[in-house]
């Protein structure tokens, strides 16, 4: 069974940093791709970045291109976010999925906070 458990979130102020980790075991992490989605409150939850197995590809929603980076390590079966120049409205819960061929495996979901 495969578990995605994310951590790094947290509080912090607008204009400021966090660097998102995503941890998935008991699959074939370098298979996967690797993505973070977010749910704020009263909103769907939505596409943020994806890497794929490789990490030579890398897509973004348009509205954290050029702020957040997608990175994997495959030896460590880490895929991480860093996020910079946060504002508030990226304020909500993010989760890491797993997509192998056959299922998507979801996280948790850890909470990040951007206050202005």
């Known amino acids: 069974q495969v578990q995605v458990v994310e951590s790094g979130g947290g509080l912090v102020q607008a204009g400021g940093s966090l660097r998102l980790s995503c941890v998935a075991s008991g699959g074939t992490f370098s298979s996967y791709v690797m993505s973070w989605w977010r749910q704020a409150p009263g909103k769907e939850r939505e596409f943020v970045a994806s890497?794929?197995?490789?990490?030579?590809?890398?897509y973004y929603a348009d509205s954290v291109k050029g702020r957040f980076t997608i990175s994997r390590d495959n030896a460590k079966n880490t895929v991480y976010l860093q996020m910079n120049s946060l504002k508030p409205e990226d304020t909500a819960v993010y989760y890491c999925?797993?997509?192998?061929?056959?299922?998507?495996?979801w996280g948790q979901g850890t909470q990040v906070t951007v206050s202005s």
């Open positions: 999925s797993a997509e192998g061929l056959v299922k998507t495996y």
């Open positions: 890497s794929t197995w490789s990490g030579t590809n890398t």
